[in-house]
């Protein structure tokens, strides 16, 4: 490993005793070494921090830090951020496992296209085509509004370039869903290269945020966002495409109020209701969208995807002229 390595692996740990230790190991075994791992404890009050030092003893490429004092989820992991010293970082959940390929797939088509500030893969396959794909910002959009979706993702979705995630500023640091505002923001800005699927594994338990009630509530001001997102001189949409996009986000905001009245949330509903939508733009967006398979896809001349070039492992996805 060089001075630098390539890429930092970032955890960011809270009370997961637990998991953190499998979660090291399956960055250890990763089949690409040029790495560093650094664990950022945040005032855990459980064994984490120990389990961390035990393996920081046996590893040479681990690092520990320990918080001063609690900073929360998004602000501990922008907190992390500054102490990446590799060209490239990817945050690596404490509760999740690494398969051992995971950063051999995703760093060498990254290295190859010096043009996007990121890479995202996440747990299936991408619609519209084979990966790599390089998406503009406009291409970002459309997948998120109008085909499978994009901005969903959890920051461990991410291999990020250092300094292109720097200069887009970190993550905003509002609650749980910061990753969502923040692909918001930057996939309006920045280009994305889409990796190929399913190099980690998602673990899912009671202690996650995500899967309380109050996770729920957490997300109710996310139509705001994306409300003043689609009006912003830097969305990347079409003004008919800006169009389409609010009327899919006003019949997200429907679906999830139909879920909420079949499961008896009825607070849960009256707030996302107070949060939501205008009367006025319920009456003229609410529509059942359209979705499209090549939404988001770079194609050809003759409209089919671009087939990526595999040959070279440092030649990226040929692009139309």
């Not at 008919?240 to 997200?252: D, L, P, S």
């Amino acid at each position: 490993m060089t001075d630098r390595p390539l890429v930092s692996v970032l955890i960011t740990a809270y009370n997961r005793e637990r998991f953190i230790g499998p979660a090291i190991e399956s960055i250890i075994a990763q089949t690409f070494t040029d790495f560093e791992i650094i664990v950022v404890d945040d005032r855990s009050t459980d064994g984490t921090l120990d389990i961390a030092h035990e393996y920081a003893a046996r590893e040479a490429r681990l690092r520990v830090v320990a918080n001063e004092r609690n900073l929360g989820d998004y602000a501990n992991r922008n907190h992390a951020a500054t102490f990446a010293r590799g060209v490239f970082f990817k945050y690596h959940d404490s509760d999740d496992l690494m398969y051992p390929h995971c950063l051999e797939t995703m760093i060498a088509p990254l290295v190859a296209r010096s043009d996007a500030a990121l890479g995202l893969s996440g747990h299936r396959a991408w619609a519209g085509g084979p990966c790599p794909m390089r998406l503009t910002p406009r291409m970002c959009y459309q997948r998120e509004f109008f085909g499978g979706g994009l901005f969903g993702l959890g920051p461990a979705s991410a291999l990020f370039r250092t300094e292109a995630f720097r200069s887009l500023g970190g993550f905003p640091e509002r609650g749980p869903h910061s990753d969502f505002l923040f692909w918001l923001y930057a996939c309006a800005r920045v280009n994305v290269l889409l990796l190929p699927t399913d190099l980690y594994w998602y673990r899912v338990h009671d202690g996650q945020h995500l899967q309380s009630a109050q996770g729920a509530r957490d997300s109710l001001p996310l139509f705001e966002a994306v409300w003043r997102a689609l009006s912003d001189p830097m969305c990347p949409l079409t003004p008919e495409e800006q169009e389409r996009a609010r009327a899919v986000a006003v019949f997200r905001v429907a679906k999830a109020l139909r879920s909420d009245v079949r499961g008896f949330r009825w607070g849960l509903a009256l707030e996302r209701l107070r949060l939501g939508p205008g009367l006025r733009d319920w009456a003229q967006y609410l529509r059942r969208p359209g979705r499209d398979a090549l939404a988001g896809t770079p194609l050809d001349t003759s409209g089919d995807f671009i087939m990526p070039d595999w040959r070279r492992r440092d030649r990226g996805q040929a692009q139309p002229s």
